[in-house]
């Protein structure tokens, strides 16, 4: 299969950066109708343990874009908070997402499933992936990668798997294997995706996130198993063995499961690549999160040059 030419094209419907914003995919080879969830096969080549990512949000952008749970056809939409569309706030020394972030298809973190080592159930979306790589991805990008490791966040007293991977056409591919390679070639990456993770709903008045395994980064024999788990957590999802809640199961792939449509059925808006909406100028704002203090009492200090305010988490 050659993954130098796209196999998914886009259809774009409203404005980025509303309510109303949904990114479909049709499948180039045959022109129908895929859900990024349930149709994107998760292995891009078994053989060699490459792996499917959808991108979801770009490096160095803010907007929460991710793939819909209860939409039908599981486009990709922005997030709210208060209702309004959701914007990651920028807490210092970073810009927006420190990686490309996204999603890997067919994987669900079951929120029936109490994992033993987190002691926390899954959060019920496709397990999350941050590539490192050199480039920088756009929204509803479906790339190739290898899987390098695992940081166990606890979101809200939830099990939130966070895979680390690399485009399998980064300059570095080849030299990073595992978690260890990821360390002794980008010094620093892990430290800070761990800082990031920590803080990055501080902003927003929440406390800061904590994590499972001591906060430990698992190696590449760990996350495959972690996705192993989610693969087959989601083929029980999809098939209709376990409850779905609010999940579209909607297909058009999946012979035998419950929610397989016929692709003739499913009909895609046009392409409509419109102009972002403007984005108020407070989410445009970066954060100081004191680290020391958010240790000794949860109370932080943030803002920009003149601060400001302080929290009180407590």
């Excluded at 499948?27 to 349930?38: G, L």
């Excluded at 407070?282 to 954060?287: I, K, Q, S, T």
Aim: glycine residues 8%; proline residues 7%; negative net charge.
């Amino acid at each position: 299969m050659d993954s130098s030419k796209p196999q998914y094209s886009l259809r774009r419907v409203g404005h980025p950066f509303t309510k109303d914003y949904q990114v479909y995919f049709e499948r180039n080879a045959d022109k129908i109708a895929v859900s990024p969830f349930h149709d994107i096969p998760l292995h891009h080549d078994e053989a060699r343990n490459v792996f499917n990512m959808v991108v979801e949000v770009p490096r160095w952008t803010n907007a929460k874009f991710e793939i819909s749970r209860g939409k039908s056809m599981n486009p990709i939409t922005q997030d709210t908070l208060d209702g309004n569309p959701r914007f990651t706030r920028s807490c210092f020394p970073y810009k927006g997402y420190i990686w490309n972030y996204g999603a890997l298809p067919q994987t669900w973190e079951d929120p029936h499933y109490t994992d033993p080592d987190t002691d926390a159930k899954g959060d019920n979306d496709p397990i999350d992936a941050c590539e490192i790589g050199r480039a920088i991805a756009k929204t509803g990008d479906v790339k190739q990668v290898k899987i390098l490791g695992v940081l166990g966040l606890l979101d809200e007293g939830e099990t939130d798997w966070k895979l680390i991977v690399i485009d399998v056409t980064d300059p570095l591919a080849d030299k990073l294997h595992d978690i260890s390679d990821v360390e002794k070639h980008l010094p620093g990456l892990l430290d800070a995706t761990r800082d990031w993770f920590r803080i990055y709903m501080v902003p927003n008045g929440y406390p800061p996130n904590e994590y499972a395994l001591e906060g430990k980064f698992m190696d590449k024999a760990y996350a495959l198993k972690v996705v192993k788990e989610c693969s087959e957590a989601w083929r029980r999802l999809v098939h209709g063995k376990v409850e779905k809640g609010g999940i579209s199961l909607h297909n058009t792939t999946l012979s035998g499961t419950p929610g397989k449509l016929d692709p003739k059925d499913v009909g895609l808006p046009a392409d409509e690549n419109l102009s972002p909406a403007p984005v108020p100028q407070e989410l445009e704002e970066w954060f100081y999160v004191d680290r020391e203090r958010l240790e000794d009492d949860k109370k932080l200090v943030h803002g920009g040059d003149s601060l400001c305010i302080t929290l009180d988490l407590a």
